[in-house]
């Protein structure tokens, strides 16, 4: 006698099921940039009907921003925890800094110039990205803001000292796409060694001895 045993289809939430979508449109986005974030190919890496994807995202624009803010507040939360316990705001930048660069930071600041390059085309990606740089931009100002007043800082202006920092950061991470292991050591510790002049600290103070 034999006998056949069906896969069962476990039926998610709506919640669940558009986290999922979300996750997957992610690390599409992450690993072969957002053109690549489409209804079917969601579809394809879910196993699912391009139907289901489309009941939760009419329109590929919205996923495709998404797909984008999923993956920029993720790493803005890695860079810099919201409130971690503890930590002064010395130790956050410093850890901040300790993780703007490598392979990890470099999929991310790829991400970054794919958003801002269709940005020019698609107008929901680009209310997102403005979303995104606010909350970044709001993140690391608040930690520097914290820092003057605990006297751990000095700066007359942190709105301005934080645009300066993310200039340069955003400007070394346009070369994401090409050969970075080269580097000169104060190139790439120019995000730093920015932070640490606008604060008033000492050379060496952002160094973030923590190993990852």
């Known amino acids: 006698m034999s006998s056949s045993v069906q896969r069962k289809r476990v039926r998610k939430s709506p919640d669940e099921r558009r986290a999922e979508i979300v996750e997957a449109a992610t690390a599409v986005a992450l690993t072969e940039g957002l053109e690549c974030v489409t209804l079917r190919r969601i579809a394809e890496e879910l196993d699912v009907r391009p139907g289901l994807i489309s009941h939760y995202f009419p329109s590929v624009e919205d996923l495709v921003a998404e797909a984008f803010g999923s993956a920029a507040t993720a790493e803005l939360d890695r860079l810099l925890p919201e409130d971690p316990a503890g930590a002064t705001p010395t130790r956050r930048l410093a850890a901040f ?20 390059h269709l940005s020019r085309y698609r107008e929901v990606l680009r209310d997102r990205v403005a979303e995104q740089e606010g909350a970044w ?14 006297e751990e800082f000095r700066t007359p202006d942190p709105y301005v000292t934080t645009i300066r920092i993310l200039v340069v950061l955003d400007g070394l991470g346009a070369h994401a796409n090409t050969e970075t292991r080269d580097r000169p050591a104060a190139v790439t510790r120019m995000a730093v060694a920015t932070a640490e002049r606008e604060l008033g600290l000492p050379d060496g103070a952002l160094d973030d001895p923590a190993p990852r």
């Open 137 to 150: 931009r709001g993140r690391l100002e608040g930690v520097i803001r914290r820092g003057v007043e605990r």
């Open 97 to 116: 800094f300790g993780h703007t660069s490598g392979p990890a930071y470099d999929a991310i600041s790829r991400l970054w110039i794919n958003a801002r």
